[in-house]
């Protein structure tokens, strides 16, 4: 286990198709992240916020020949670019990161940084599986292709800033599946990524299926990098979302989800950093889902009942 925990803050929301999540790190910070994880026994220090220019200064800039359909690329580009800086800053100080979104788009430069000069495996608790391309997506918005491009596919994931060289897809593990576009189904099964779906979560349940997830991600590497979009959840669970999916995880299934995370890294020291993204607070009701995602990450780091 880590003795400190080093919160950065990406106020972002340029990859999403909602305003609003650039909000999220100052709710998850409001909700009592810091004295959550202290209350785990673990060390909180704030990195405070990766710059983000604001939208409405910027153009969109949809279509470029060399990168097809992605709005808002070039301001991605420089958050992630500062975010690896900072997520591998973080780990080389003995820190263990927690990445606060801001959308899903800025888990390349979570993954960029965690991989540098390191294998790692991934677990991907999220409804979608983030791995349509420019070439592929139906709207345009990037986070919807972080996975893709940290993979090294399509057009984003053939730019260095975007690519986590460290990661392969042996060691991915997508939980929690509910919501996919037909060309990820078809990379999904091409690809040597492992697939939960949330009918395996009820078919098997959630402890089995994250067992299962870790292990993937374990094999080899030398630690595991964890994606926790709050849209994982169920929208009842966790309504301040920007892209809700009903027939998500439970509050209990979640929690159990990241003690067997924290389980694991007591036992082989193997969470290497981590991020909770998608948290909208203008669609939130009383901030429930950015204290949602304070439990879970305090759980990720070992908060028990006893």
């Not at 060309?183 to 959630?206: C, H, L, N, Q, W």
């Not at 094999?219 to 929208?235: A, E, F, K, R």
């Given at each position: 286990?880590?003795?400190?925990?080093?919160?950065?803050?990406?106020?972002?929301?340029?990859?999403?198709?909602?305003?609003?999540?650039?909000?999220?790190?100052?709710?998850?910070?409001?909700?009592?992240?810091?004295?959550?994880?202290?209350?785990?026994?673990?060390?909180?220090?704030?990195?405070?916020?990766?710059?983000?220019?604001?939208?409405?200064?910027?153009?969109?800039?949809?279509?470029?020949?060399?990168?097809?359909?992605?709005?808002?690329?070039?301001?991605?580009?420089?958050?992630?670019?500062?975010?690896?800086?900072?997520?591998?800053?973080?780990?080389?100080?003995?820190?263990?990161?927690?990445?606060?979104?801001?959308?899903?788009?800025?888990?390349?430069?979570?993954?960029?940084?965690?991989?540098?000069?390191?294998?790692?495996?991934?677990?991907?608790?999220?409804?979608?599986?983030?791995?349509?391309?420019?070439?592929?997506?139906?709207?345009?918005?990037?986070?919807?292709?972080?996975?893709?491009?940290?993979?090294?596919?399509?057009?984003?994931?053939?730019?260095?800033?975007?690519?986590?060289?460290?990661?392969?897809?042996?060691?991915?593990?997508?939980?929690?599946?509910?919501?996919?576009?037909?060309?990820?189904?078809?990379?999904?099964?091409?690809?040597?990524?492992?697939?939960?779906?949330?009918?395996?979560?009820?078919?098997?349940?959630?402890?089995p299926v994250v067992e299962?997830?870790?292990?993937?991600?374990?094999?080899?590497?030398?630690g595991i990098h964890v994606?926790?979009?709050?849209?994982?959840?169920?929208?009842?669970?966790?309504?301040?979302?920007?892209?809700?999916?009903?027939?998500?995880?439970?509050?209990?299934?979640?929690?159990?989800?990241?003690?067997?995370?924290?389980?694991?890294?007591?036992?082989?020291?193997?969470?290497?950093?981590?991020?909770?993204?998608?948290?909208?607070?203008?669609?939130?009701?009383?901030?429930?889902?950015?204290?949602?995602?304070?439990?879970?990450?305090?759980?990720?780091?070992?908060?028990?009942?006893?």
């Amino acid at each position: 286990m880590t003795d400190t925990v080093r919160v950065v803050g990406v106020p972002a929301d340029y990859g999403a198709n909602r305003r609003g999540v650039d909000m999220g790190p100052s709710a998850i910070r409001y909700a009592g992240l810091a004295e959550a994880i202290e209350s785990a026994g673990v060390d909180c220090v704030d990195g405070g916020d990766v710059p983000a220019p604001r939208p409405e200064e910027r153009d969109p800039d949809r279509e470029t020949p060399a990168t097809g359909d992605a709005k808002f690329l070039r301001e991605i580009e420089g958050v992630c670019r500062r975010l690896r800086d900072e997520t591998a800053g973080a780990i080389a100080d003995g820190e263990t990161p927690l990445v606060l979104g801001g959308d899903h788009s800025i888990a390349m430069g979570s993954l960029g940084g965690a991989t540098r000069d390191a294998s790692l495996g991934a677990v991907w608790f999220d409804a979608h599986a983030d791995l349509n391309t420019p070439a592929t997506t139906p709207s345009g918005n990037v986070h919807g292709m972080p996975l893709a491009a940290a993979l090294g596919r399509g057009e984003i994931g053939a730019t260095e800033w975007a690519n986590a060289p460290g990661l392969a897809e042996e060691n991915v593990a997508l939980v929690g599946l509910r919501s996919l576009d037909d060309p990820e189904k078809e990379v999904i099964r091409e690809s040597d990524v492992a697939a939960f779906t949330m009918s395996d979560i009820d078919e098997r349940g959630i402890t089995p299926v994250v067992e299962d997830a870790l292990d993937v991600a374990t094999d080899g590497t030398d630690g595991i990098h964890v994606s926790l979009d709050l849209d994982w959840l169920d929208p009842n669970e966790a309504p301040g979302v920007g892209t809700p999916v009903r027939g998500g995880v439970t509050y209990r299934e979640a929690h159990a989800a990241m003690e067997a995370v924290a389980l694991r890294d007591e036992r082989n020291g193997v969470l290497r950093s981590m991020e909770a993204v998608e948290v909208n607070p203008i669609l939130d009701e009383q901030n429930e889902t950015a204290r949602l995602a304070v439990e879970l990450a305090a759980s990720a780091f070992g908060r028990r009942v006893l």
